[in-house]
C-alpha cells in the first residue's frame, strides 16, 4: 500500500507563486510516474502535470504550460509543483498520484494512476 501526503498549499494573489509537494511512502514499486491533478468545485478533476521516474519526461495541461514547473527527488521520495504567475482560474484542491511504472513512461489522465493523496487546497485572489 503506497501513502500520498501533499502539503504547500494556501491562499495567494493572483500573479503570485506556490510550490507544492508530494511525499510518497509505503510498498512503493522500484519505479513509478507520479502526477498532479486539480479539482475545482463543481468540476471534474483534470491533469495538470506528471513526470517519469526518471525525471526526463514530463507532461503539462495546456492551461498550466510555461507556468508550472513538477519535479521530483527520488531520494527524498518527493515531488513538487512549482506555481507561478498563478490565476483565479487555477484555484482548486490540488492531488498528487502514484503509479508504478517503467523508468521513462509518464502519464496524463486520472486512469492512469492508481494511487492518490488527500489534497491540498490552492486559493487563487484577484
Known amino acids: 500500500q503506497v501513502q500520498l501526503v501533499e502539503s504547500g498549499g494556501g491562499l495567494v494573489q493572483a500573479g503570485g507563486s506556490l510550490r507544492l509537494s508530494c511525499v510518497v511512502s509505503?510498498?512503493?514499486?522500484?519505479?513509478?510516474?507520479m502526477g498532479w491533478f486539480r479539482q475545482a468545485p463543481g468540476k471534474e478533476r483534470e491533469f495538470v502535470a506528471s513526470?517519469?521516474?526518471?525525471?526526463?519526461?514530463?507532461k503539462y495541461a495546456d492551461s498550466v504550460k510555461g507556468r508550472f514547473t513538477i519535479s521530483r527527488d527520488n531520494t527524498k521520495n518527493t515531488v513538487y509543483l512549482n506555481m507561478n504567475s498563478l490565476k483565479p482560474e487555477d484555484t482548486a484542491v490540488y492531488y498528487c498520484?502514484?503509479?508504478?511504472?517503467?523508468?521513462?513512461?509518464?502519464?496524463?489522465?486520472?486512469?492512469?494512476?492508481?494511487?492518490w493523496g488527500q489534497g491540498t487546497q490552492v486559493t487563487v485572489s484577484s
Open positions: 513526470i517519469s521516474w526518471s525525471g526526463g519526461y514530463t
Open positions: 509505503g510498498r512503493t514499486f522500484r519505479s513509478y510516474a
Open positions: 498520484a502514484y503509479v508504478g511504472s517503467p523508468p521513462s513512461w509518464v502519464g496524463g489522465d486520472t486512469a492512469d494512476f492508481d494511487s
